[in-house]
């Protein structure tokens, strides 16, 4: 007997729309063929044939928990940047949080005029915020990328700035 999974489609929109970490390694390791510990060298190859200068970068988990990884704002810009040229575009801006609507950006900025212009995905860990996607603004994708790394985050601070962008 099998048992059927959900499309891959609402898999990646659970990991995220709704940040599912679980679900994010889990897929990760099916499409690596590794369910061992990874070293992330297919991840990082695929990157470095789209153009992406990785060799500083370090991942150590798919769901981005691990302490050890380690990506700058401009690598996930750029990384965007090139998914706005894939013909799978807006399937993969479909699996993303809402700004105002969906997922771990629903609660922000809802009845304003920032609600539904902004796609991003959101990360947090202790001391850390991540807050990256694209910006609508007279209908024109933007890219942001912000990562707060302190002892004192605010998360209120990357939210403004990115209304400060989109005003």
């Known amino acids: 007997a099998s ?4 499309p891959i489609l609402s898999l990646i929109t659970l990991a995220n729309s709704e940040s ?3 679900t994010a390694e889990s897929l990760f390791k099916n499409a690596s063929n590794s369910w061992n510990d990874n070293n992330y060298i ?3 190859n695929w990157l470095r044939i789209k153009g ?3 060799d500083k970068a370090i991942f150590s988990d798919a769901s981005g928990l691990s302490r050890k990884n ?3 704002t401009k690598l996930l ?3 965007l940047n090139k998914m706005k040229y894939s013909k799978d575009f807006s399937t993969y ?3 993303l949080s809402i700004i105002g609507v969906r997922g771990t950006l629903a609660k922000q900025f809802t009845n304003t005029k920032l609600e539904g212009k902004f796609f991003g995905k959101t990360g947090t860990l202790s001391n850390v915020f991540a807050l990256s996607g694209y910006l609508y603004k007279d209908n024109k994708p933007y890219i ?3 990562i707060q790394n302190s002892k004192n985050i605010d998360r209120s601070k990357s939210f403004n700035l990115l209304k400060n962008i989109y005003e």
């Not at 048992?3 to 959900?6: F, G, M, P, Q, T």
Request: hydrophobic share 35%.
């Open 144 to 146: 942001v990328s912000i």
């Open 93 to 95: 801006q479909s699996s």
């Open 70 to 72: 380690r990506v700058t």
């Open 42 to 44: 297919k991840l990082k």
């Open 3 to 6: 048992i059927k999974s959900n």
């Open 77 to 79: 810009s750029e990384f």
């Open 20 to 22: 599912h970490n679980f």
């Open 52 to 54: 992406l200068k990785v």
